[in-house]
Structure formats: C-alpha cells, structure tokens
C-alpha cells in the first residue's frame, strides 16, 4: 500500500514504489545524482539515466575530502542553482548528498531515494544532514529538509544481511522509544520474515517514518524533544569512535542493549518491559558485548558533542513506547 508521511516544511516521505512515483516528484530541471560506487552496480538502472557523481564507500567517504571532491565536480558540470540533486543510496549518500545540496551555492533543492533499511527508518527522514571531521561523526552538518525521500523495499532486495540487520537496530530503537504496538509487531514477526515479507517490512518502515516525522515536526533542531531519537546513541557514538569493528547500526544495537540494563538498574523501567527489549535485541541477532573496555567508553562519551559542560542528556527508555530524557553528570554515567 503506497503511503504518504507528511515531515515538516513541505517535506514528504513516500514508501512506493521508485517507478510509481518518481517522475511525478521530479521537478522539471536538469538533475544532477549523487550516489555510491556499490549502488552503481546492484541498481544502476537507477542512476543511468542521470549525470551522476559517485562517492566512496564507509565513514571515511563521509568527510571534507569528498565534500571537495563532490563541490569541484558539480562546479565541472556547471551545475547551478536550478540543478536539483539527487541523493540515491544509504545514509552516508544521503548525508554526503544533502549537505552538498544545502551548501552548494548557498542552497539548491534536493531529493533522496533511500537504498538501505537504516536510510529508510532514521538517516534520509528529519532533514539533518551531516559529515564527519577527524574521527568525529556528523561533526559538521545542517539541518535542512529535502523536498522528498522514496523509500522503495524493492530496493532492499540486495542488501547484504548484516546492512539490513543493522537497519533493524533503528527500527528497534524506535518502537522502544515511541511505538508499543510496532514493539508488539517485532515481537510476532522475526529478522527472517522481515527480509522475506515486503508487505509487512513497507508497513514496519512507515511506522518508525511516522514516529520520527512526528518527533521532527514538533522540534525539527533539536531543541529538546529530538534527542529521544538518540536512544541509545551515546554509547553507539563512543563504540563508533573506540572501535572499527561495529557499523553504526551494530553499535545502537549495543547501546540500546546497555542503557536498558542501566534503566533496568536504577528502577525506571519495569523488569518486564526491560528484559522485553533485551530479549528482542538478542533474538533480532545482535551482538550485545561491548566491544572495548569501560574506561575508554567513558573517555569517548565525555568527546562526544552532544556534552554540554560536565553532564549529558541520556534518554532512558521507561516503558516500552516511552522514554524520559536526563541529564546526567559525566561521573554517573554507568556503563
Ligand atoms: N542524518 C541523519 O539523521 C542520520 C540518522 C541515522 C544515521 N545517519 C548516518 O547514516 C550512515 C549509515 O547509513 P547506512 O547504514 O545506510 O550506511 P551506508 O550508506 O554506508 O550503506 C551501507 C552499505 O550498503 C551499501 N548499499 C546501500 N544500499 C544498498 C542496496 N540496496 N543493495 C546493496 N548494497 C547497498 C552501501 O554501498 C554501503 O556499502 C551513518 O554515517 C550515520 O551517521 C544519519
Ligand atoms: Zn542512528
């Protein structure tokens, strides 16, 4: 069933399908995609018609040095401010696209065909669009929305298993934090099916869509109710910066993993929704060790950017659908 997610300032998710939708989108202007050498070759279709730029693969491929490369290609084209650019591809493409898009020439219009279940779920939807900048994640970055995001499950088809696990941490994260009865649904259903069933994955990503661009509408900058969506990133962002063995899918895995045993800890969720989320953490086939010592993870969480002096804002889950955002001093963070 096509759907339709109003976020905020004119910006619209479609879960449908690609050729269903896309040339009604596309404004009548020259069109200019931004995408990764990978989605080249499992869905060139896609990007053939286009000029295209193509971008590395990984976190180093999100950085300045492909923000200049990209800026200097564009400048080749003779790209202008009537050129909209079009983002096909994962989070790093849809980070990488729409920042270019929303510098190049002080602005021009951008659009996202999310290729991955992570892009699909969190990454293309809410309008921030961030780099990393020496080893820190989405240092620089802005907020700015694009004028739609597709988000197609046939294209998921290829998508290696692990990519599509680690997309399932994010929806994971968001029936925690805002959705009890699509907590229920994961519950029932099982990674297997997911993968199998397009009918009922098109119906999980619209939920968390529906989740996010609610959160969006009502604090598109972060000001304060936005940081629930980072449930359980704080410790995702200090593995990431420990460690280049997790994705960052695989590393909110285990941040979600610990901060429900922190919540369990100190009594603000009940023992049976706690060892609900852990159970479906475990079951949904992540690894939940922490990666690298204690110590160093706490090192890490006192670089993170989100610190405001010596405390941070650590969102607990207190019931499964609900979470409560706290500011913590460093010293108490326990991992
Ligand atoms: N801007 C935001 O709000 C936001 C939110 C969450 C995450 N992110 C960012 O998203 C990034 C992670 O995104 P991701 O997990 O989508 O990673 P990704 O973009 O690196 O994609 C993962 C891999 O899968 C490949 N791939 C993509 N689509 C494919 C397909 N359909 N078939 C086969 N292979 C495919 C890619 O080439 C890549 O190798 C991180 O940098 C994270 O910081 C941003
Ligand atoms: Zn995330």
Known sequence: MPTRIDVTNGSCVYV?????????????????VISDTNIDRTHHD???????????????????????????RLIELGADRQTFILGIGGGIVTDIAGFVASTYMRGVEFGFITT????SVDASVGGKNGVNVGG??????????????????????????REFRAGMAE?????????????????????????????????????CIRVKADVV????????????????????????????????????????????????ADGVISEADGSR???LIERYGFDTEL????????????????????????????????VEDRVVKLTEVRL
């Open 171 to 207: 929806v994971i994260k968001t029936a925690i934090l805002g959705d009890r009865e699509l907590f229920g649904m994961l519950e029932q259903s099982s990674f297997e099916a997911l993968r199998k069933d397009d009918a009922l994955l098109e119906s999980v990503i619209a939920r």
């Open 16 to 32: 449908e399908r690609v050729e269903d939708i896309l040339a009604q989108l596309l404004p009548d202007k020259r069109v200019i």
């Open 217 to 264: 509408a009502q604090d598109e900058r972060e000001g304060g109710l936005r940081r629930i969506l980072n449930l359980g990133h704080t410790i995702a962002h200090a593995i990431e910066k420990c460690s280049q063995r997790y994705s960052h899918g695989e590393a909110v895995a285990i941040g979600l993993h610990h901060i429900t045993k922190a919540a369990l």
């Open 277 to 279: 989320i852990i159970s």
């Open 136 to 161: 820190f994640k989405n240092m620089v970055g802005v907020f700015s929305q694009p004028k739609f995001v597709i988000c197609d499950v046939a294209l998921l088809h290829t998508l290696p298993e």
């Open 291 to 322: 990666p690298v010592e204690r110590k160093l993870l706490l090192k890490a969480i006192e670089g993170d950017k989100k610190r405001k002096g010596n405390t941070i804002h650590l969102i607990l889950p207190t019931a499964i659908g609900k």
């Open 116 to 119: 991955t279940l992570l892009g």
């Open 46 to 72: 896609l990007i053939a018609p286009y000029e295209s730029i193509l971008v590395g693969q990984g976190e180093q491929a999100k950085g300045l040095a492909t923000l200049e490369d990209v800026y200097t």
